[in-house]
């Protein structure tokens, strides 16, 4: 199992471009998230899906969009980039909702917006 | 509200020296209780969990916590630590909602 796949690795924008971060798992998990992680402030919850069709809104979710057309992949839209979406952003997965606390991250997403 | 604090940004412990990463909680209900381990350019590993039941729970790579409710705390603790586990290590609980709170990090670093 590969588990949980991210790209790009890293990325650098200007502001107001739109990219798509690609997520992939390979476990057949039902809970995906993406998580932005700043210095100095953990992770925060952007978006969240408890299967194919089904997403909602964490904690951060301005300036992000997702869709989840199918079980393996969940990927995160930033639709008009701000140098405040400067981040490293994680994907996560777990078997279901009920076992959402224990995830398996990704690798990350260096983004960087100029 | 509900949060986590890990009081120490850094931690710098020699190498086969003891180890204790603090964590507070601020939680209305019996928490879910973790610790996740973040290692250089990695994405995070769940290293151990507290549900219910023995205070003291064990996780992977010699690592264990204790959860005091009396103290609100589940501190992380390894008695010999090795450079492998130069990292960051996230402590974090779980909601009503299935989401997990966590803390910002304590960044653990090795001297030879």
């Known amino acids: 199992n590969a588990g949980v796949t991210q790209t790009p690795k890293f990325q650098v924008l200007k502001t107001g471009q739109s990219m798509t971060l690609q997520c992939a798992q390979d476990m057949n998990h039902e809970y995906m998230s993406w998580y932005r992680q700043d210095p100095g402030m953990g992770l925060r919850l952007i978006h969240y899906s408890v299967g194919a069709g089904i997403t909602d809104q964490g904690e951060v979710p301005n300036g992000y969009n997702v869709s989840r057309s199918t079980t393996e992949d969940f990927p995160l839209r930033l639709l008009s980039a701000a140098p405040s979406q400067t981040s490293v952003y994680f994907c996560?997965?777990?078997?279901?909702?009920?076992?959402?606390?224990?995830?398996?991250f990704g690798p990350g997403t260096r983004l960087t917006v100029t | 509200a509900q949060s986590v604090t890990q009081p120490d940004i850094h931690i710098t412990v020699s190498e086969g020296a003891s180890l204790e990463l603090r964590c507070n909680y601020s939680?209305?209900?019996?928490?879910?209780l973790f610790w996740y381990v973040q290692s250089p350019g990695q994405g995070l590993q769940l290293l151990l969990k507290?549900?219910?039941?023995d205070t003291l729970v064990q996780g992977i790579k010699g690592f264990e916590a204790e959860f005091k409710r009396s103290q609100s705390s589940f501190n992380l603790r390894k008695p010999s630590v090795h450079w492998s586990d130069a990292a960051e290590y996230f402590c974090a609980v779980g909601d009503s909602n299935y989401q997990l709170i966590w803390g910002a990090g304590t960044k653990l670093i090795i001297k030879p």
């Open positions: 939680y209305g209900a019996t928490p879910y």
């Open positions: 996560a997965s777990s078997y279901s909702s009920i076992s959402s606390y224990e995830q398996y």
């Open positions: 507290y549900f219910s039941g």
